[in-house]
C-alpha cells in the first residue's frame, strides 16, 4: 500500500487548509484511515481517524470542531478539512492507514508541511 498525502502550505490563523491522502496498491483491507501530524520538538499526536465500514469519525479535543475528516472510497482518498487554523496546528501532517482492526496503523504517508502564521 502506498499513500500519497498533498494540500499542505502556508496560511494565516484564522484560515482554512485541506489536505488529501490517496491510496494505491493493496487498499481492499482497509479498517480505518488516519491523520497524525508532528510539531517540531514535539512527538506525533493523533489528528483524525475515520472507519472505513460505517465513516465513523474520531478526533481529539484540540481539534474537534475545527477538522473534519472524510473519505471517498471510490477513489481510496482520505481528506482533512481544517479550518480556525491556530499557529500551534502548525506541523508536518500524515495520513496513514490501518489494515485491520487491532494492528494499529501499518501504513504510512510521507508528510505534508502545513504552517500556520500568528
Known amino acids: 500500500v502506498q499513500l500519497q498525502a498533498s494540500g499542505g502550505g502556508l496560511v494565516q490563523a484564522g484560515g482554512s487548509l485541506s489536505l488529501s491522502c490517496a491510496a494505491s496498491g493493496r487498499t481492499f483491507s482497509t479498517y480505518a484511515m488516519g491523520w497524525f501530524r508532528q510539531a517540531p520538538g514535539k512527538e506525533r499526536e493523533f489528528v483524525a481517524s475515520i472507519r472505513w465500514s460505517d465513516s465513523s469519525t474520531y478526533y481529539p479535543d484540540s481539534v474537534k470542531g475545527r477538522f473534519t475528516i472524510s473519505r471517498d472510497s471510490a477513489k481510496n482518498t482520505v481528506y482533512l478539512q481544517m479550518n480556525s487554523l491556530k499557529p500551534e496546528d502548525t506541523a508536518v501532517y500524515y495520513c496513514?492507514?490501518?489494515?485491520?482492526?487491532?494492528?494499529?496503523?501499518?501504513?504510512w504517508g510521507q508528510g505534508t508541511l502545513v504552517t500556520v502564521s500568528s
Open positions: 496513514a492507514l490501518c489494515a485491520s482492526v487491532g494492528r494499529g496503523y501499518d501504513y
